[in-house]
């Protein structure tokens, strides 16, 4: 855990976030400022500052968060409708929180 990370802090279970999943390896819940009515965070327990960070070794945590999106859109009924899978890396690609996160983005169409 990386001090001052608030996702580390989420995804720990110490801001009494309320998870739509956990597992091992990662937690989902909704975003506090959601862009469309679907708007989920996909985030890693382990803290990884962002995209740039990743390495070849990382990549059964990636396959796990796009595999938990999938079924994420599943269960909240965008999968047929469509939705964004969104990584934002680093300052000028929008990032704010630097700890390695998914946005799942749809429900336009509900
Ligand atoms: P990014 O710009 O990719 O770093 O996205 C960070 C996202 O985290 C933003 O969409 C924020 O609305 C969201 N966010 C920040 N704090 C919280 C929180 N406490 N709970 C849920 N989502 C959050
Ligand atoms: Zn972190």
Redesign the pocket.
């Known amino acids: 855990m990386e001090k001052d990370c608030?996702?580390c802090k989420?995804s720990h279970g110490q801001?009494g976030?309320d998870f739509i999943y956990e597992n091992d390896n990662l937690v989902v819940?909704?975003?506090?400022?959601?862009?469309a009515p679907v708007?989920l965070?996909i985030v890693p327990k382990r803290h990884i500052r962002s995209v740039n960070d990743l390495s070849e070794a990382d990549s059964g945590i990636l396959a796990e968060m796009i595999l938990t999106a999938r079924q994420m859109a599943i269960r909240e009924k965008v999968d047929a409708s469509g939705y964004k899978l969104?990584?934002?890396v680093e300052k000028g690609?929008?990032?704010?929180?630097?700890h390695l996160?998914l946005?799942l983005i749809g429900g336009w169409d509900k």
């Open positions: 608030l996702f989420i801001m976030t819940f909704r975003d506090i400022n959601p862009h708007h965070l969104l990584f934002n690609g929008g990032q704010v929180i630097f996160h946005h």
